[in-house]
């Protein structure tokens, strides 16, 4: 009796260490839906409902490097979402995330064109400093304080256009032209723009707490640039302005702009609705637009 006992323990003994060897060989289950493309993992998607993500840095034995458009679009309940410096892409990836409040960027991160658009709560994003695409990244995240392109960007269209409560904002050298970057940021201040900045189409429409912007004398296409800013008093041109269109209109409180050229290529009404302001030589225009 005793010996079929031990027997019986020693079968029982054997069946759970395979057992355990059996489910600790078992693939790890993800919530992350991905696909292998060109030897690398890329996110499409997300089951969980985990409210702070880590993307992982392999997934299926690779390495991640892209997160795909719309992956978590509109997920409710995410807050912080953290990537680390194997993705490069992340173009569009985490649109209109009713809660997302934090994210934290690695440093491989290359193109991230509307890739937080119209998260409504992020308040802050840390890192992304190698980021050279950041159009519309941003834009209608009504509760981001703080902004940051970094340098050699190549695209910066409405990346922060609509932030209502952005206050502080640090361009860095290397971008040329900044079309609608800063539109409707209603409580931006001051900024100081590189000198590599030559075009600014639409760049500060509707800036109505912006006093100060310095570093203009490098612009040479002013568009639309400043219309509606109904706080800025006084504006240093350069002397290479070639194109002025609506440029100052609605600026109330402009009393004096320095640098203006006496010529420009193309011009039309630029200081319409400027009450405060009492002496301004309108520049001539190219004998096209005359």
């Given at each position: 009796?005793?010996?079929?006992?031990?027997?019986?323990?020693?079968?029982?003994?054997?069946?759970?260490?395979?057992?355990?060897?059996?489910?600790?060989?078992?693939?790890?289950?993800?919530?992350?839906?991905?696909?292998?493309?060109?030897?690398?993992?890329v996110i499409v998607g997300y089951s969980g409902i985990d409210s702070e993500i880590t993307i992982p840095k392999k997934l299926g034995g690779k390495t991640v490097k892209k997160i795909e458009?719309?992956?978590?679009?509109?997920?409710?309940?995410?807050?912080?979402?953290?990537?680390?410096?194997?993705?490069?892409?992340?173009?569009?990836?985490?649109?209109?995330?009713?809660?997302?409040?934090?994210?934290?960027?690695?440093?491989?991160?290359?193109?991230?064109?509307?890739a937080f658009k119209d998260c409504p709560k992020l308040e802050t994003v840390i890192g992304g400093k190698n980021a050279t695409e950041l159009s519309e990244a941003f834009m209608n995240c009504?509760?981001?304080?703080?902004?940051?392109?970094?340098?050699?960007?190549?695209?910066?269209?409405?990346?922060?256009?609509?932030?209502?409560?952005?206050?502080?904002?640090?361009?860095?050298?290397?971008?040329?032209?900044l079309p609608f970057t800063f539109e409707g940021c209603a409580s931006l201040k001051q900024v100081m723009l590189p000198t590599t900045v030559t075009e600014a189409v639409h760049t500060f429409?509707?800036?109505?707490?912006?006093?100060?912007?310095?570093?203009?004398?490098?612009?040479?296409?002013?568009?639309?640039?400043?219309?509606?800013?109904?706080?800025?008093?006084?504006?240093?041109?350069?002397?290479?302005?070639?194109?002025?269109?609506?440029?100052?209109?609605?600026?109330?409180?402009?009393?004096?702009?320095?640098?203006?050229?006496?010529?420009?290529?193309?011009?039309?009404?630029?200081?319409?609705?400027?009450?405060?302001?009492?002496?301004?030589?309108?520049?001539?225009?190219?004998?096209?637009?005359?």
């Open positions: 009796m005793r010996r079929n006992c031990r027997f019986s323990l020693l079968i029982l003994l054997i069946f759970s260490m395979l057992l355990s060897v059996s489910c600790g060989g078992r693939k790890k289950k993800t919530d992350f839906i991905y696909k292998i493309t060109d030897g690398y993992a458009e719309n992956a978590f679009r509109g997920m409710v309940g995410l807050k912080k979402v953290t990537i680390p410096d194997t993705v490069t892409e992340i173009d569009y990836a985490f649109t209109e995330c009713p809660d997302l409040v934090l994210v934290e960027l690695g440093d491989g991160i290359k193109t991230m064109n509307g009504a509760s981001l304080t703080s902004g940051y392109i970094p340098q050699n960007a190549t695209a910066c269209a409405s990346t922060f256009r609509g932030c209502k409560a952005l206050t502080d904002v640090k361009i860095e050298e290397g971008i040329t032209a429409e509707n800036c109505t707490s912006l006093i100060s912007v310095t570093g203009c004398t490098n612009l040479t296409v002013l568009e639309n640039t400043f219309a509606g800013c109904t706080s800025i008093p006084h504006i240093a041109l350069g002397t290479n302005v070639k194109i002025l269109k609506g440029a100052f209109v609605g600026c109330t409180s402009l009393m004096f702009l320095d640098g203006l050229p006496s010529e420009v290529e193309s011009y039309s009404p630029s200081f319409t609705g400027c009450i405060a302001l009492t002496e301004m030589i309108i520049p001539k225009m190219a004998e096209s637009e005359a």
